[in-house]
């Protein structure tokens, strides 16, 4: 067999040349940048379906390590999402991403989560989390709001293996974790060099394939998507998102909470939240504290010390827009 079959450096040549050709094809015809994006996801999304396993096992170990391995062979391309990602919004700085792309693309990752073997999905439903995460990852880094209320707040359209027919569901539906184990089967397999189990191996995972410099804002990300979730309950239902990241957090703040004292960054971050003013902001935080977030009851363990933070633990709500 020719090396060059296996050789995954090979394997996505087209994805590798749109990304090649992307700055001097963008600076010379910017009115095409997004008609550029959808050819990248496009062939993104082909090449991500050859990942697709098929399991005739019912072993467990065996399947965790298969899947793994099928991770770690997707890194080649998952790197190519990386350096698209960084390019794609150094240029929307002043074109602006049209965020229907993005949400037809998830949409169709997330379409790829139907069948009974889970084991099948696993490793579909870790590229779909990561590949969410570092949307919002790079939109935090970059301060592009508006991108990131879209995801959160647009519908998506996908089949569904409990429906019939084509269902409307929000950024929440991406999470599956009451259907598919991907944390408990990943934690068979991926554990620390000493052989002890992650408190959350997915997260772990997530942290260790991410760039460095988009680690911290990973974290972020995950959590935003977390608070998004319960300052909006009754527009998303009872669907959550777990942040399994966050345990790995390094710092003692957040910065999309920190700078809301100001009134200016305030105009320009709202809409991440869907509100209008300081005071429907102030709301919706106070509702959460008729949930299990503001209960300290969304962690991995009995530990209270893992739990998810309240969100005032990181803004006094009194100094909302109290500055410049």
């Known amino acids: 067999m020719p090396e060059w079959i296996n050789d995954t450096n090979n394997r996505f040549t087209k994805t590798k040349t749109i990304i090649k050709r992307f700055d001097s094809q963008v600076e010379s015809h910017p009115e095409k940048f997004n008609s550029f994006i959808e050819d990248f996801f496009n062939e993104y999304f082909e090449y991500l379906k050859t990942f697709k396993m098929e399991f005739t096992t019912q072993d467990t170990a065996t399947a965790s390590k298969e899947i793994y391995k099928s991770i770690e062979d997707y890194s080649v391309l998952k790197n190519d999402l990386v350096v698209f990602l960084a390019k794609m919004f150094k240029v929307a700085r002043y074109e602006e991403i049209d965020s229907e792309i993005i949400i037809e693309f998830l949409s169709n990752i997330r379409s790829l989560l139907s069948g009974n073997n889970q084991y099948s999905l696993v490793n579909f439903d870790f590229m779909l989390r990561e590949i969410f995460l570092y949307f919002i990852a790079y939109a935090l880094k970059n301060k592009n709001y508006s991108f990131i209320a879209d995801l959160l707040y647009s519908s998506y359209y996908f089949e569904d293996y409990a429906y019939t027919s084509r269902d409307t569901k929000y950024f929440v539906a991406l999470d599956v974790r009451d259907r598919i184990h991907t944390n408990d089967i990943l934690g068979i397999s991926f554990k620390a060099d000493n052989g002890n189990s992650f408190l959350t191996p997915l997260g772990e995972l997530l942290l260790r394939r991410a760039p460095s410099n988009l680690k911290e804002f990973l974290v972020d990300a995950d959590l935003l998507c977390c608070y998004v979730y319960y300052m909006n309950k009754d527009k998303f239902g009872d669907r959550d998102w777990l942040p399994f990241t966050y345990v790995y957090k390094q710092s003692d703040s957040i910065d999309y909470f920190a700078r809301l004292t100001s009134k200016k960054y305030f105009a320009k971050i709202k809409e991440v939240f869907d509100v209008d003013s300081a005071d429907e ?38 100094k909302i827009c109290s500055e410049r």
Do not use: G
């Open 281 to 318: 902001f102030r709301k919706k935080v106070i509702s959460t504290h008729d949930t299990s977030l503001f209960r300290r009851q969304v962690r991995f363990s009995n530990d209270w010390r893992k739990c998810v933070e309240p969100i005032e633990s990181y803004i006094n709500l009194d």
